[in-house]
């Protein structure tokens, strides 16, 4: 299973590389600079005012600094995102996010989200940005500023493995019952197909509602299934069938922020000098890693 996951997400890493550098999720505008800007400094307690063109003057990184904190929006999401047996945060995303933070010369704090409400929670300030395997969609990059993509994925369809052989392509989905989470790239791909689902709180409990026979099957991020799904995994009775799309990730903050801009640069920096791809191949996810 994860070799077959890997060789998929080789193949994706190869036709995006053309792509990378002029990924949507870097094309974010400034329509609402102003108004997140200027809530920015009202919590910082800076007084700069704004200029003629109404966009205020602070920038997102100095309220950052200010405060000490990057404070990261997360879900459990292996192996993005998932607790050691201490309770810590670790996975490709954390890592890089805690990185990202020693960079700034901040303190990480990941707050875990409802996923559909990420953007609700990123705008009203809970959050400093969105950092958990999040799909590069036409939602998320008109809500919020997105860095560049660092990581391909896939959306793929997960059925106990006696009846994996009955589904092998789109058309024999069509009468089953899917749980995906809500306000994902999965239930984006299930919608577009018009299938039967229901939506849940997290990826995680996608899985457990078809180990359950609550739900027929479910679509999760390929990612997440190579850790997950499979033999040696604790849903050793489900596999992979179909895949649905391809996509890319990317890290998500409030719309205007310069944050984005020093993102990238740290992804630069950190791919050039491998500590990036170390850290991928810790998770198993260096395949799906996207050229910096």
Do not use: H
């Amino acid at each position: 299973m994860k070799k077959f996951v890997t060789m998929m997400l080789t193949a994706l890493m190869v036709c995006s590389l053309a792509a990378c550098g002029n990924s949507e999720g870097n094309t974010g505008g400034s329509e609402d600079q102003a108004s997140d800007s200027a809530a920015g400094s009202q919590e910082s307690g800076d007084d700069s005012s704004e200029d003629s063109s109404g966009e205020a003057a602070e920038s997102d990184q100095e309220y950052v600094k200010d405060k000490g904190t990057l404070v990261v929006g997360i879900t459990d999401f292996e192996p993005m995102d998932y607790k050691d047996e201490n309770g810590d945060w670790i996975g490709f995303d954390a890592d890089m996010a805690k990185a990202f933070a020693e960079n700034l010369g901040v303190e990480v704090e990941f707050v875990e989200i409802d996923w559909d409400n990420k953007i609700m929670e990123l705008e009203g300030k809970t959050i400093d940005c969105v950092w958990n395997g999040m799909t590069l969609t036409s939602e998320v990059t008109s809500a919020m500023e997105c860095s560049d993509a660092y990581c391909n994925n896939a959306q793929i369809v997960i059925v106990p493995a006696d009846v994996a052989d009955k589904y092998q392509d789109k058309d024999s989905l069509k009468d089953l019952s899917f749980a995906v989470e809500a306000g994902s790239a999965g239930e984006e791909q299930v919608s577009e197909l018009e299938l039967n689902y229901t939506s849940v709180k997290a990826q995680s409990d996608a899985l457990m509602e078809v180990a359950s026979g609550t739900s027929d099957a479910a679509v999760i991020d390929s990612l997440m299934a190579a850790a997950m799904v499979g033999e040696g995994t604790g849903y050793a009775d489900l596999t992979y069938t179909v895949g649905l799309n391809s996509e890319e990730y990317g890290v998500g903050f409030r719309k205007g922020s310069d944050l984005a801009a020093a993102l990238n640069d740290f992804f630069a920096e950190s791919y050039a000098d491998g500590s990036m791809m170390e850290i991928a191949k810790t998770y198993g996810v260096d395949a799906a890693i996207v050229e910096q």
